[in-house]
């Protein structure tokens, strides 16, 4: 995969959220300045929102240090959210049986890119 110079991602992998949980918070971000962006996560109810913080804070980091990017032009171009693994259980219930129970996980991938003022 060929990114462009103005481009650096950070992926969090195997996070234990579900995709549609985990997709409402990317939703908030998306096509947001970074320093906006930064605050809408750092007041946000959702469990996962700090997670999310930390790899936008990586990406961040990423496109100072490896791309020497300006931070003050850096836009969040891209979050997308994927699938991972799901954990099966079972929950027992009456009469002998047995519920199935899933319980997935999450890869998330933000890119973050320079944009002209």
Do not use: C, W, Y
């Amino acid at each position: 995969m060929i990114m462009e110079q103005n481009t650096a991602k950070a992926i969090l992998r195997n996070v234990r959220v579900s995709p549609r949980k985990l997709n409402l918070v990317a939703a908030m971000i998306r096509g947001m300045k970074v320093s906006k962006a930064l605050d809408v996560l750092a007041f946000s109810p959702k469990r996962i929102a700090v997670d999310v913080r930390k790899t936008l804070a990586s990406a961040i980091a990423n496109a100072e240090t490896n791309h020497g990017l300006d931070i003050d032009t850096l836009v969040v171009s891209e979050a997308s959210v994927g699938q991972s693994i799901v954990m099966k259980r079972f929950s027992p219930r009456a009469k002998g049986r047995g519920v199935g129970i899933k319980k997935p996980f999450s890869h998330l991938t933000i890119k973050v890119s320079e944009k002209e003022v």
